[in-house]
Nanobody
């Protein structure tokens, strides 16, 4: 059974940094794209950053230049380095992965809380 387990969330002051990690287990085939989403109460979940199996990345405009997504395919792990954090970055962050054969299925982590104080 495929599971995504996030770690690294917490409370940080504005301007600070956090690094999120998401490790996938139960993997037998190649993971396609991976990414990070976030959600605040009353709003839809939004894409923060994504990365393909080949390493191509994309970011939400609100985090460009501050956040960096990376992955270690050998460890089936995706990371999100978050710098210059702002109070508006406060949210539950979810890891996402497209995985499966012959068709990709979306998998989600349980979420990790990131709180940025002003």
């Amino acid at each position: 059974q495929v599971q995504l387990v996030e770690s690294g969330g917490g409370l940080v002051q504005a301007g600070g940094s956090l690094r999120l990690s998401c490790a996938a287990s139960g993997i037998r085939f190649r993971i396609d794209s991976m990414g990070w989403y976030r959600q605040v109460p009353g709003k839809q979940r939004e894409l923060v950053a994504g990365i393909t199996s080949g390493g191509s990345t994309n970011y939400a405009d609100s985090v460009k230049g501050r956040f960096t997504i990376s992955r270690d395919n050998a460890k089936n792990t995706v990371y999100l380095q978050m710098n210059s954090l702002k109070p508006e970055d406060t949210a539950v962050y979810y890891c996402h992965a497209d995985y499966g054969y012959p068709y990709f299925t979306p998998y989600w982590g349980q979420g990790t809380q990131v709180t940025v104080s002003s």
